[in-house]
């Protein structure tokens, strides 16, 4: 059974980084596409970042050079560096990945950028 894990949240003030992970479980890790996501408050779960089986990579224009998801195929690892946080950028974040029609989502880990 596949199983997603994320870690690494917290709270960081304005200005400041966190690196967040996902460690997979249950499968190929190598050969899953993995993303992640976040949710603010109130809003609409949205895309942040995918990393492809071949190291490509896709962000969403509001990280603007800010966050970098990268991944350790032999940690079965997805991470998340993200730098510059600002309170806008508080949301539970999720990693997910897709194996054929199937969507599987981790638990979330929270992320609270504040003074």
């Known amino acids: 059974q596949v199983q997603l894990v994320e870690s690494g949240g917290g709270l960081v003030q304005p200005g400041g980084s966190l690196s967040l992970s996902c460690v997979g479980s249950g499968g190929d890790f190598s050969m899953w596409a993995m993303d992640w996501y976040r949710q603010a408050p109130g809003k609409q779960r949205e895309w942040v970042s995918t990393i492809n089986i071949d190291q490509g990579t896709i962000d969403a224009a509001f990280v603007r050079g800010r966050f970098t998801i990268s991944r350790d195929n032999a940690k079965n690892t997805v991470y998340l560096q993200m730098n510059s946080l600002q309170p806008e950028d508080t949301a539970v974040y999720y990693c997910?990945?897709?194996?054929?029609?199937?969507?599987?989502w981790g638990q979330g880990t929270q992320v609270t950028v504040s003074s």
């Open positions: 997910k990945t897709w194996i054929g029609d199937t969507e599987y």
